[in-house]
């Protein structure tokens, strides 16, 4: 297996990415960067910064990564690029939160895992049999809303999570 730090060799730059040189050896590429996603197909290796680009986990062990979070519409692109793997199909990603969340979100077809990573964050749960729940998340603890769970979060300074998502279908409504 490959390190993810060992220079790679006899690949070129694709349009979309660029090649990382080593001080020690400069005509070799250790990684890409990518604005988006380069090609399973070439075998380059790319690197990508999960707060702007999330990762796609898809069908048959897959993992693609996704053009830059732009907001919310971002979702239905999403839900359009990755519709042939279902429900089976899960968006990763990180956000930063510096105040509470000013949306209620729900996703229909499976589980979501919230992971704190950085400081706290306070989940309510509106669970799909009528009942509700509060969880208080600390670093390197979580939770998963189940599916039909509409959930939102309030901030306690600043936070850190990172999301694994069954994100088709997903619906969003404000928060009053």
Known sequence: ???????????????????KRSAASPTKARFRVCSTSASRDTGERVKADLFTHPLHL?????????????GMDWYADYGTRNAGDGKEGRLVSMH???ENWDVWEMHPVGDEAVICLE??????QEL??????????GPGEYTVNPPGCWHTADVEGNA????????????????P
Do not use: K
């Open 58 to 70: 898809g069908l048959g062990a897959t993992a693609v990564p996704q053009p830059a979070f732009t």
């Open 128 to 137: 799909a049999d009528g009942g509700t729940a509060t969880v208080t998340l």
């Open 1 to 19: 297996m490959r390190s993810p730090n060992r220079p790679i060799s006899g690949t070129s730059p694709s349009p979309r990415c660029s090649p």
């Open 96 to 98: 930063r939160f510096s």
């Open 119 to 124: 400081g706290a964050m306070t989940l309510h």
């Open 160 to 175: 850190t999570a990172l999301f694994i998502t069954a994100g088709e279908g997903t619906e969003h409504r404000p928060r």
